[in-house]
């Protein structure tokens, strides 16, 4: 059986103890094992939709989603009635979710800068909204409105003229109402029903009834994530926001912290796929013997136990020697979330650098920033964190610059450039300079 109970003293681990192979072993993601096979099947699929569009959109879709589908694009008179049958709740939950989402992303708004670099030079440093972005919002083993919001605000905050919105629709060909909600908050009115590759495919190469975006943002299982990475590598394809995979969570905890929470943290983004994976590091072979016994009771209560115990079974906790080697364990393995659950939570913290959110204190639960602190849950995973950004407002947008010159100006940073190109050979470029000089003004 499926659910058949997971032995989990079989993943708790001493660090000081295993061989630098184990070590690296015990780290690996996931994901990362199988990425051949993954290749192959997301190249196939990226290679059916650029070839046959909508028609391939439409298969996978059925294959994977909805067998009955026909049309893609979600008409508004089906949002309406969706809409119609959201609970009064969920909409109050989600208008404070898109309120403290707004604030933080609203703070973030990119300066323009304008100076004189010399007598007569004027620089700038210019930021323009990406023209349009498609946002994949996962739909495959739940709905997630709470990433609408967190894709939907910043392009609504940054005025990208066209905001696409796809996600794979549920057996009926339906998307949900709290999603369309979400989607309405932040004005997105094109919305499709597709999912995984095909989606990226539609969203990167256009098809028939799904133009081309410039950018695609928006996290997703393994199939959606390398579909992302194919077409960014593509001069043809789409940029993208960033590798943002199954969910991981990094649990940094002493003594002194509560093994229920801990616990219930690890589940919280265990539960989230097979493919999560969630990490303990603990100076206090006490404290991971109490969290174990708190996972086992605690998953007795979970309506998705069988997915959570398939994600710890991807997952360890490990005892460290010390903090200063958490602290080293976390820096390179770069988790998507890192909660810190120690005495002096935010000394630590200061060092955590490779992460993609922070999560400090016992009453800092990670499902905190998944919906409602206010920061972006669309985060690099698989490692990325330690040189990919966290998703902001400045990802909406592109930054270029503008110079402007006066005569005065030009000459006076002449015998730079000339000298400077004629060590490169480059006499155009010299020429292009002392043309307009020779002149008389
Ligand atoms: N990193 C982040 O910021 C972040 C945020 C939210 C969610 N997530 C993660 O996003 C993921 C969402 O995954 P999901 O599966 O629920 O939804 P999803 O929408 O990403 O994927 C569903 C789609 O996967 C495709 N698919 C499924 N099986 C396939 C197969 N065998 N071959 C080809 N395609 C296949 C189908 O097209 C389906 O529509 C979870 O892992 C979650 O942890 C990450
Ligand atoms: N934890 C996910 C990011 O890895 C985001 C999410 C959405 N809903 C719940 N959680
Ligand atoms: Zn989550």
């Not at 990226?200 to 390398?226: D, H, M, Q, R």
């Not at 060092?351 to 905190?368: A, D, M, N, Q």
């Amino acid at each position: 059986m499926a659910d058949a109970r997971l032995d989990l003293s079989t993943r708790q681990f001493c660090w000081p103890q295993l061989s630098s192979e184990d070590q690296k072993d015990l780290l690996q993601r996931p994901t990362q094992r199988v990425s051949t096979e993954l290749t192959a099947t997301v190249n196939a699929i990226l290679a059916a939709v650029r070839t046959e569009g909508d028609a391939a959109v439409l298969r996978y879709t059925r294959q994977f989603d909805c067998e009955s589908l026909t049309e893609l694009r979600y008409p508004a008179a089906a949002i309406a009635r969706q809409l119609a049958k959201l609970p009064v709740a969920t909409k109050a939950a989600i208008d404070t979710a898109y309120g403290t989402i707004r604030k933080f992303h609203e703070a973030q708004r990119p300066q323009g800068i304008k100076i004189e670099t010399a007598p007569g030079i004027e620089c700038e440093l210019r930021y323009a909204p990406m023209a349009a972005v498609g946002l994949y919002v996962p739909g495959g083993t739940a709905v997630l409105p709470s990433t609408a919001l967190m894709l939907g605000v910043p392009a609504q905050l940054a005025e990208c003229p066209r905001v696409v919105l796809v996600s794979p629709p549920d057996a009926d060909g339906e998307l949900a109402p709290a999603l369309l909600y979400a989607a309405q908050c932040c004005g997105i009115t094109e919305i499709y029903r597709c999912g995984g590759a095909q989606a990226i495919a539609a969203l990167a190469y256009g098809t028939e009834s799904i133009g081309k975006v410039n950018k695609i943002f928006g996290p997703g299982n393994s199939f959606v994530t390398a579909a992302k990475q194919a077409v960014s590598q593509d001069p043809s394809g789409a940029a993208i926001d960033m590798p943002a995979g199954p969910s991981e969570l990094l649990v940094i905890a002493d003594d002194q912290a509560k093994p229920a929470y801990v616990a219930a943290d690890l589940l919280s983004q265990a539960e989230h796929g097979a493919d999560s994976q969630v990490v303990l590091l603990s100076d206090s072979a006490a404290l991971i013997a109490a969290v174990r016994e708190q996972l086992e009771t605690q998953l007795q209560q979970l309506s998705r136990a069988t997915t959570a115990r398939q994600a710890l079974a991807n997952s360890a906790l490990i005892e460290v020697a010390d903090l200063d080697q958490a602290v080293a364990i976390s820096q390179s393995y770069a988790p998507e979330h890192l909660s810190v659950q120690t005495a002096a939570a935010e000394e630590l913290a200061e060092r955590l650098t490779h992460v993609g959110s922070l999560f400090i204190g016992p009453y800092t639960p990670e499902s905190g920033g998944d919906y409602a602190t206010g920061t972006n849950h669309v985060l690099p995973t698989y490692g990325f964190a330690s040189t990919a950004s966290s998703l902001g407002l400045l990802d909406f947008y592109r930054r270029y610059t503008s110079q402007k010159a006066t005569r005065a100006g030009l000459a006076g940073l002449a015998s730079a450039i000339v000298e400077l190109a004629q060590t490169e050979g480059l006499d155009a470029h010299a020429r292009a300079v002392t043309v307009r000089l020779e002149e008389s003004s």
